[in-house]
T-cell receptor, first 112, second 115 residues
Framework: QQQVKQSPQSLIVQKGGISIINCAYE??????FPWYQQFPGKGPALLIA?????SEKKEGRFTISFNKSAKQFSLHIMDSQPGDSATYFC???????????FGKGTRLSVIA | KAGVTQTPRYLIKTRGQQVTLSCSPI?????VSWYQQTPGQGLQFLFE???????NKGNFPGRFSGRQFSNSRSEMNVSTLELGDSALYLC??????????????FGEGSRLTVL
């Protein structure tokens, strides 16, 4: 049973456009929602994270939107650049020494 | 500060063999987690070790095992390899455990091919 569902599987965006990746979860005990970015040949790296006490968090061009009632959260990349081309993973976890569970990933390609 | 180091980076095995992968976490990190990454399934949690004790275990068969040493270095072993075990195995370390900050620091992985 997949605990975090991520969509789309792949995404092509024009340079300067907005990239949007969505995730949904079922476990209401989840209280931490990070996004990881992975470049080819590298391990994933933390990009941005949010806790459910806020509905939005912004860091530079990256924004997480969180909808607790819908149990959904999304990553928005503004002014997308070719250097943003990577695989993005949403994840979720609950407090208490539980593991981080990941979505299946979205391969983003930003074309000029 | 050195990052997470995984060895070997690439290896090829045949069905039925076993393999041992090694992970050296960031200095001072006591938690080591292992994930299997495949194109169709994304990142799937294998297990987490904290201070030499297995703290969490994912839904993988008993052929997958691991351990952590007193210096926090970790190894994972896969016995009786199957074709479906071909994957990128990622190790991640964190300072105290994922529940604190949720930030995992990943290595570059060990890519296993089973023929």
């Amino acid at each position: 049973q997949q605990q975090v569902k991520q969509s789309p599987q792949s995404l092509i965006v024009q340079k300067g456009g907005i990239s949007i990746i969505n995730c949904a979860y079922e476990n209401t005990a989840f209280d931490y929602f990070p996004w990881y970015q992975q470049f080819p040949g590298k391990g994933p790296a933390l990009l941005i994270a949010i806790r459910p006490d806020v509905s939005e968090k912004k860091e530079g061009r990256f924004t997480i939107s969180f909808n607790k009632s819908a149990k959904q959260f999304s990553l928005h990349i503004m002014d997308s650049q070719p250097g943003d081309s990577a695989t993005y993973f949403c994840a979720a976890m609950s407090s208490g020494n539980t593991p981080l569970v990941f979505g299946k990933g979205t391969r983003l390609s930003v074309i000029a | 500060k050195a990052g997470v180091t995984q060895t070997p980076r690439y290896l090829i095995k045949t069905r039925g063999q076993q393999v041992t992968l090694s992970c050296s976490p960031i200095s001072g990190h006591r938690s080591v987690s292992w994930y299997q990454q495949t194109p169709g399934q994304g990142l799937q949690f294998l297990f987490e070790y904290f201070s030499e004790t297995q703290r969490n275990k994912g839904n993988f068969p008993g052929r997958f095992s691991g351990r952590q040493f007193s210096n926090s270095r970790s190894e994972m072993n896969v016995s009786t390899l199957e074709l479906g075990d071909s994957a990128l195995y990622l190790c991640a370390s964190s300072s105290q455990g994922t529940h604190d900050t949720g930030e995992l620091f990943f290595g570059e992985g060990s890519r296993l091919t089973v023929l």
